[in-house]
């Protein structure tokens, strides 16, 4: 099994500030990685694809980058809707994992 | 506009059995994987397998294979996850999610919240 490791578990940001968010893989999951925000209370929504790739009706704030086994997820300046938790998941590898999450709250 | 409506939360007892449902609306429900993820209170994401409601074709987690029994009625456009036999430990929320194929989650259910208790 792939194992994907998040970090931070949690971060604290003041709003309008920048949160950089990071996803390990425990083997090469090419670009086949996706990122997930989940607000309390509600079911997660896809933010990013194919980590770079934005899912539709996701503001630009929102970034992936990485390949391979490294991936990072940008909130260019954090408004008060992006205070959530956030999981990574690779789809490369049978079966699909999810990391355990980071937590975004305000500082 | 893409949906998934998932039945309503139960409450059950240890050795019951259960059958949640997932709807598909807004688009061709036989294309288009359906899979199942738990959350266990406090906890994370984890994926339970998937099912390809245009043929029954499923891929269970190696962690839910045995526990759980997947399936999908086409004529209805829903798909299930069912359990013989109910733990505490099957306390959870589960949700759908929608795949075009084995890879991201495009579309998600509101969540089954299932209670076992005795």
């Known amino acids: 099994e792939t194992v994907m490791t998040q970090s931070p578990a949690t971060v604290a940001v003041s709003p309008g500030e920048r949160a950089t968010l990071s996803c390990r893989a425990s083997?090469?999951?090419?670009?086949?990685l996706a990122w997930y925000q989940q607000n309390p209370g509600q079911a997660p929504r896809l933010l990013i694809y194919?980590?770079?790739s934005r899912a539709t009706g996701i503001p630009a704030r929102f970034s992936g980058s990485g390949s391979g086994t490294e991936f990072t997820l940008t909130i260019s300046s954090l408004q008060s809707e992006d205070f959530a938790v956030y999981y990574c998941?690779?789809?490369?590898?049978?079966?699909?994992?999810f990391g355990q999450g980071t937590k975004v709250e305000i500082k | 506009e893409v949906q998934l409506v998932q039945s309503g939360a139960e409450v059950k007892k240890p050795g019951e059995s259960l059958k949640i449902s997932c709807k598909g609306s807004?688009?061709?429900?036989?294309?288009?994987?359906i899979g199942w993820v738990r959350q266990m209170p406090g906890k994370g994401l984890e994926w339970m397998g998937i099912i390809y409601p245009g043929d029954s074709n499923t891929r269970y987690s190696p962690s839910f294979q045995g526990q759980v029994t997947f399936s999908a009625d086409k004529s209805i456009s829903t798909a299930f996850l069912q359990w013989n036999s109910l733990k505490a430990s099957d306390t959870a929320m589960y949700y759908c999610?929608?795949?075009?194929?084995?890879?991201?989650?495009?579309?998600w259910g509101q969540g089954t919240l299932v209670t076992v208790s005795s």
């Open positions: 807004g688009y061709t429900f036989t294309s288009y994987w």
């Open positions: 998941q690779q789809y490369n590898y049978w079966p699909l994992t």
């Open positions: 999610a929608r795949q075009r194929a084995p890879n991201w989650f495009d579309s």
């Open positions: 194919e980590t770079s």
């Open positions: 083997q090469s999951v090419s670009s086949n």
